[in-house]
């Protein structure tokens, strides 16, 4: 079974967390995803930098430029995770934009990512269309799930063609907006996840994009079945040492 | 029609829509009304309109006869130069204009590098009163001051893309995230045949009226409506797809686009992205781009501010591949040499973008009875600092 779908089943809510993968520092990377299953996250989304991540706020466009700048590449993230299954247990995804992964040969990458024990892949400009009729049967294969978006503005027969064809669970991405640039989330994003959870969609929803405290995640796990941080996270270990990791997350749960 | 864009937004390997699911419905949107919009009778009535009596349309079609006589061939130059602010970039905003009132579109978005496009998208704005926001680079902003303070003038707000590099690859991702979060209201004028499907047929079909004229004006001057040579400048290929369009299927023409190499092909400065990019994805599209070997996009440099995108538009990398068109490129120097012989020789200062399309002139052998159609892209009046530096004016 995939780790993804065990921990969906384990857990009554998931916490999932996100950070750029190379930042602040190169060789961060296997630390901050030890302190976050340490600190009793559930679900990992380690963020491949691009250098025109057009779908990400000020935040992540600067981690994925620094990060860059330490010199992360997929071969280098690949060699950082060659153990990771020695030591980690929660199910990890790889998240990134199509340019790099292309570059390094998109079939090459999943098998790449199934060996060393990734669970999941969301790769945000990868249209669903093109991913049904190219990349399929591949991820069918090797049990690697692909992870997809919806927003408040997806139509109802684009959720139900998303959601045919998950596995995992869905993506709800907050509100319209980019990565990082609401504080809190508005009435109008707790009834889009009412209108979603009365779809009764075969797949779970994590919501992300604006969580960033207590309250909004609270609210959020109460309409979903969990929420991702990514953006708020980002910012803490800019500015904090990676041993206060722990405190962060407690601050969510 | 080989040329054509398919079903998907494919021009053979290249182009369809790779966008976030957040733009998909923007995206969905345009897709399936561009064309039911821009080929109904009061759109072209509007759009033919305001081509003619607001742009100056039909642009001449101009024997430059000095020049035709120093190289012994026959030149003709297609003078876009001579549209209203100054480049054919307004036959597409002025297009898309129209389309985005018909989709009830209050507020419309651009991105610029050298300022043409965002002067072209700001005028149209003006014109027809809805709220204009053009996303500049913050490097493209300090050396295009003119540009910036006509834009302003016309009432755009410019607000500075200060991500990446800072400059046109930056300001249309900045342009992109703002049409994420305003996904109702707003309407986003690309300003070239790039991006995501529909994008670089929509532009091209709204830039075709520029072969379109050719073949009439041939016909008068040459009595045939076709030319033996097409050639344009390329950056994104905006100028270049509105002058082949209707001879893309013409066998007997043969079409030379023209990069920018800047400093070189190999200087580690340059804007050459046939010779130097690789099949990727940038703002939507598959096509060539300059990147390295992971895959991060690579700042192109060119002296004019107009050439240096990474990218190159899906229909351009499908010509180059099937070897449609012959891509030349040509370096800083030779392009500005021929800024200041077109401007002593024909009268006629171009822009720094369309000087490089002269340069073919020293490099390829034509005949006595070959008939030449060079699209006079630009006029030279933004690029008159660059000028001024570079020749110590």
Known sequence: MNRIEKKLKEEEKILSVYFTAGFPRLDDTLEIISKLEKSNVDLIEVGIPFSDPLADGETIQRSSKKAI?????????????????????????????????????????????????????????????????????????????????ITPQTSEERIKLIDRNSKGFIYMVSSSSITGSKKNLEDTSFKYFDKISKMNLNNPTIVGFGISNRKTYEKVIRKSKGAIIGSSFINFIEQNSLDNIGEFIKKFR | ????????????????????????????????????????????????????????????????????????????????????????????????????????????????????????????????????????????????APNVARMKMLGAQVKEA?????????????????????????????????????????????????????????????????????????????????????????????????????KGINSGKSAATIKLGKIGIMHGSKTLLMQNEDGQIIEPYSISAGLDYPGIGPLHSHMYETKRAKFVSVNDNEAMDWGLTLSQIEGIIPAIETAHAFSILD??????????????????DKDLETYIKYFKL
């Not at chain 2, 082949?244 to 007997?252: A, G, V």
């Open chain 1, 69 to 149: 700048g330490n010199g992360m590449t997929i071969h280098k993230l690949f060699t950082q995770l060659k153990h990771l299954r020695k030591t980690v247990k929660i199910p990890v995804i790889l998240m990134g934009y199509l340019n790099p992964i292309m570059q390094f040969g998109i079939e090459k990458f999943c098998l790449k990512s199934k060996e060393i024990g990734v669970d999941g892949l969301i790769i945000p400009d990868l249209p669903i269309e093109i991913f049904l009729e190219e990349y399929f049967d591949l991820f069918n294969k090797i049990n690697l799930f692909n992870i997809f978006l």
């Open chain 2, 1 to 144: 029609m080989k040329y054509k864009v398919d079903e998907k937004g494919f021009y053979g390997n290249f182009g369809g829509a790779y966008i976030p699911e957040m733009l998909y419905p923007n995206i969905n949107e345009l897709k399936v009304n561009y064309l039911k919009i821009i080929n109904s009778k009061n759109f072209r009535k509007d759009f033919e309109k305001l081509l003619a009596e607001y742009v100056g349309r039909p642009t001449p079609l101009y024997f430059a006869e000095r020049l035709s006589e120093k190289y012994n061939t026959k030149i003709y130059l297609k003078r876009e130069d001579l549209c209203h602010t100054g480049a054919h970039k307004i036959n597409n905003t002025i297009g898309q204009i129209l389309l985005a009132k018909s989709l009830n579109k209050k507020r419309i978005i651009a991105e610029t590098g050298a300022g043409q496009h965002g002067v072209a998208t700001a005028t149209v704005c003006a014109l027809m009163g809805i709220d204009c926001v053009i996303y500049m680079g913050e490097v493209d902003i300090k050396r295009q």
């Open chain 2, 162 to 262: 200060k991500s990446g590099s800072k400059t046109l690859k930056d300001a249309t991702n900045e342009a992109m995230r703002d049409w994420i979060n305003n996904p109702k209201d707003t309407h986003y004028i690309i300003g070239s045949v790039v991006g995501p499907h529909p994008y670089p047929d929509m532009v091209s079909r709204l830039q075709s009226v520029i072969s379109e004229e050719v073949k009439t004006q041939l016909l008068e001057k040459e009595g045939r409506n076709y030319p033996d040579y097409l050639i344009a400048c390329v950056g994104g290929g905006s100028n270049a797809a509105g002058l082949y369009y209707h001879y893309l299927n013409n066998k007997k023409v043969k079409i030379i686009a023209v990069e920018a190499a800047g």
């Open chain 2, 363 to 380: 490099t390829m052998v034509f005949k006595k009875n070959d008939v030449l159609v060079f699209n006079c892209s630009g006029r030279g």
